[in-house]
């Protein structure tokens, strides 16, 4: 019996303890769900003016050079605190599965960072600390965001 044989069997076993405790659980997560909405809908109103600033802050800090940049994030995460919440139901909550076979990365990556050469040991000899040279951004600043 391979591994996944017995996980697919361990599963499988599990699966009906799973649904008793989602059966149990579905009215405290229903009464969590009533008690935590004020906190929920008071942090939202607070997560504003502090996006705000954080974003200000930033740009100032880099001198304008991300202005874009940080506009677009500030936007996005505007737009997510505005929508509403989905609450999630016991129904709706996934048991354990098995995992899907990865087919590789379904979204764009940042292209890899190139290697930093190690500098030479100066005359000093071996044991002398190097201060490394911070590394080289070897994206060019196009002024917009890559779409996710």
Known sequence: MSWQDTLK??????KPYVDQAQEKAGPYLDKAGEKAAPYVEQAREKA???LEK??????????????EQIG????KVDEA??????????TTTAGPTTP????????PS?????PTATPPPTAAGPNTPVTPTPPVDPTPDTGTTPSA
């Open 81 to 90: 605190l505005k929508k509403p919440e989905s609450p999630a139901s016991p």
């Open 9 to 14: 069997s361990l599963i499988d076993k599990a």
């Open 54 to 67: 954080a974003a200000k802050k930033v740009d100032e800090a880099t001198k304008g050079k991300y202005s």
């Open 110 to 114: 940042a292209p890899p960072t190139p």
């Open 100 to 107: 899907a076979p990865s087919t590789g990365p379904t979204t």
């Open 48 to 50: 504003g003016p502090l």
């Open 72 to 75: 677009s994030v500030k936007g």
